[in-house]
């Protein structure tokens, strides 16, 4: 084990937040940010407490999609949310995955419109990578686990409510693509 004797032992420490600055800070991003798992459990629940939105473009919501997830392209979400989502219904928001900011934009959309609202990291790459179930053109399926971002043993096996849970492995399915 290697032991850090200063913070100054590492330039990468030169600058670097107060312990009381970084408790804000994280703080505040749990209160705009979730990941797929917390966002799984929560929808296994009988009442989540929030509409889960898919904000991509029509094109990849018809590759595949998050079980019960409204679609809602983040550039319409100013013109049609208050015709589909109750004024000051929570929303947890979604896009392609980390490397796509639609899920950022929609959020500010949502906040706008008065909804609390929060991010889904990773979005719905990274659900299908963590083996969760996703409705395609097919119908209901998954990829299995990616061994790169969760285990099988990580209490994901069997089905849960509404098929959240994915097996422990499973077959591959097809490509998916973001195109928003």
């Known amino acids: 084990m290697t032991q850090i004797t200063s913070p100054a032992a590492s330039a990468l420490f030169t600058h670097v937040a107060s312990s009381e600055e970084a408790i804000a800070h994280f703080r505040g991003r749990l209160g705009f940010e979730s990941d797929v798992s917390d966002v799984a459990a929560a929808l296994a629940e009988p009442e989540p407490g929030f509409v889960l939105v898919d904000v991509r473009s029509d094109a990849s919501w018809a590759q595949g999609h998050l079980p019960g997830a409204v679609h809602l392209p983040w550039r319409r979400i100013a013109a049609e949310a208050s015709e589909r989502i109750a004024p000051g219904t929570p929303v947890v928001v979604y896009c392609w995955g980390p490397g796509c900011n ?71 399915g097809p490509a998916i693509a973001c195109a928003c």
Do not use: C
Request: charged letters at 15%.
């Open 102 to 172: 639609g899920a950022t934009n929609a959020a500010l959309q949502f906040a706008l419109l008065g909804h609390p609202v929060k991010e889904m990291l990773g979005g719905f790459e990274y659900w299908v990578r963590e083996g969760f179930a996703y409705d395609g053109p097919d119908g209901r399926t998954h990829h299995g686990i990616d061994p790169l971002t969760n285990v099988s043993d990580a209490g994901l096996g069997g089905a849960g409510a509404q098929g959240f849970a994915a097996p422990a492995s499973g077959a591959g």
